[in-house]
């Protein structure tokens, strides 16, 4: 949908998906392709410069990814980073060697008067992750930093535009970088930064409506997450006439969750908002159920059938929506390939092709943190927005063990106490995802004179940017302590509260 910008070649390097979102921020479109990719591929997003990014491997390895061989021909501007520095020496003449001294971790940057380093001091902090080296520049390359440990830190080529560096300009660790990346994209690639949320949204409304032509029309599953709501937001300011969301209430949902939903999209927004009462289906089929795997499987299968039913009723159907991220498609089409753990809720399993409609993914180019802006730019209240992810599953993989209608009503309410008083106390926005966990359990206890066995309740809160890896949120004890008691006074049948703090890895997020 969107051309031009920066091409990001991945070789398997865990940073590569933080130069996107630098380069995005920054306020350029950018792509990340893998790294083995042919050439065509790279020419389809019509790029005004390329980086090549980082790897675990060596480029002299037998099995190492390799750019194709037009980059290193092209007139367009190169930037190497880490293991990109290393294939631009070792493909044009240069020496990359392993067996040297290692660097792990910060080290204090030496730069020499160059093009790439123009405007930058010397003496400052870069991140270093390498055991391999440059130890001798390509001819019509020069030195241009160096470390204690590291003679040739940095080389360019400024007649041909390609410059390399040995250290991680991306992360936050190396003080300069963001300066020497906003130099490389608009002093020496000259490109512009007209990257925003409302240049994509005019762009992603015109995909749209070319996609559905004159008569098409368009379905969604409605969850009332950020990803589904923005996506209709974003369908209804396209093809207002010509959207349909629908709304599977699952009965697994938040507290106040259906409310809100039918609030936001039926009466704020005015859409056609279908509404389909599904709680006594699903809790029947769930009925005994402990495995979580089971408990998924037989959720996605009664979801669409209901929403297929939904969906025959409206005529002329054409599309069918998805909030699928750039993430999701980094994930698929990286040079690691696609994930091998990817839980059975997370696909649809076969819902466009038994439905016999395309597919329409307006997201697919958005960090999540993007969505959230496109959100606000399309009238989505912040508090809308700013939710933190909750499982297609919902409530099912929170309650541990089979689901009763008693216990979803307590988790309900549980969680309902626990993420109020998180935005009571401002801690909301600190945190990525927070929730409550109903074990299978009960606990002796004392309440008044009285002797108590009730159930435990495990809270989770965990920090993190895009949920690949997590750390628990360090609440403070007297938040504890508040929330705590908050939650066993004002819910019957709680007596106990633990606080998880397992990080990710090696748990997950959630606990099922």
């Known amino acids: 949908m969107i051309k031009g910008g920066v091409a990001i070649l991945d070789f398997g390097s865990q940073y590569t998906q933080l130069i996107a979102r630098r380069i995005r921020e920054l306020g350029v479109y950018c792509e990340l392709l893998p790294g083995n990719c042919s050439w065509p591929e790279v020419e389809r997003i019509a790029p005004g410069a390329i980086i090549l990014a980082g790897s675990p491997y060596s480029v002299y390895g037998d099995n190492s990814p390799m750019p194709p061989e037009e980059v290193f021909s092209t007139s367009l501007p190169v930037l190497g980073i880490c293991y990109g520095m290393q294939l631009i020496a070792y493909h044009t003449g240069g020496k990359v060697e392993g067996g040297h001294h290692r660097e792990y971790g910060p080290a204090l940057l030496k730069t020499e008067e160059s093009h790439l380093f123009k405007g930058i001091e010397s003496d400052q902090q870069a991140w270093m992750s390498h055991g391999d080296r440059v130890t001798e520049v390509p001819s019509g390359y020069t030195v241009v930093a160096s470390t204690d440990l590291l003679p040739i830190a940095a080389m360019e080529n400024t007649e041909l535009r390609r410059y390399g560096v040995q250290f991680h300009p991306e992360v936050n660790h190396t003080v300069f970088g963001s300066d020497l990346l906003e130099h490389f994209l608009f002093d020496i690639a000259c490109l512009k930064a007209n990257w925003d949320m409302k240049y994509f949204s005019a762009q992603a409304k015109q995909f749209i409506r070319e996609e559905l032509g004159e008569t ?88 669409i059938e209901l929403f297929e039913e939904a969906a025959n009723s409206i005529p002329g159907v054409t599309h069918l929506a998805q909030g699928t991220l750039y993430p999701d498609v980094i994930e698929s089409v990286s040079f690691k390939g696609p994930s091998a753990t990817i839980k059975s809720h997370h696909n649809v399993g076969g819902l466009p092709d038994r439905m016999n409609l395309s597919l329409l993914e307006p997201l697919r180019e958005l960090f999540k943190d993007e969505v959230r802006e496109l959100g606000r730019e399309l009238g989505l209240s912040n508090r809308m927005v700013s939710r933190h992810p909750f499982p297609g599953p919902g409530l099912a993989v929170r309650i541990l063990g089979p689901i009763t209608r008693e216990d979803r009503d307590l988790l309900q309410k549980v969680d309902r106490v626990f993420i109020d008083y998180l935005r009571e106390e401002n801690l909301y926005d600190e945190i990525w995802q927070a929730f409550s966990v109903l074990l299978p359990i009960r606990t002796v206890g004392v309440m008044g004179d009285e002797r108590t066995y009730d159930r435990v309740v495990a809270l989770r809160a965990v920090t993190s940017t895009d949920g690949m890896t997590a750390d628990w949120y360090r609440m403070a004890p007297r938040h504890m302590a508040a929330v705590s008691s908050r939650i066993v006074n004002r819910v019957n049948g709680v007596s106990r509260i633990v606080y998880d703090i397992s990080s990710k890895p090696p748990g997950t997020i959630e606990w099922e």
């Open 216 to 303: 098409g029309k368009v379905i969604l599953g409605l969850s009332g997450g950020v990803d589904s709501s923005v996506v209709a937001a974003l369908l209804h300011s396209a093809v207002p006439d010509r959207f349909v969301p629908i709304f599977v209430d699952n009965g697994l949902l938040r507290e106040g969750e259906r409310e809100e939903v039918e609030r936001t999209f039926r009466e704020h927004f005015a859409m056609d908002l279908i509404t389909v009462e599904g709680e006594d289906r699903f809790l029947s089929e769930l009925a005994g159920v402990s495995d979580p795997e089971k408990k998924r499987k037989i959720i996605g299968r009664v979801f």
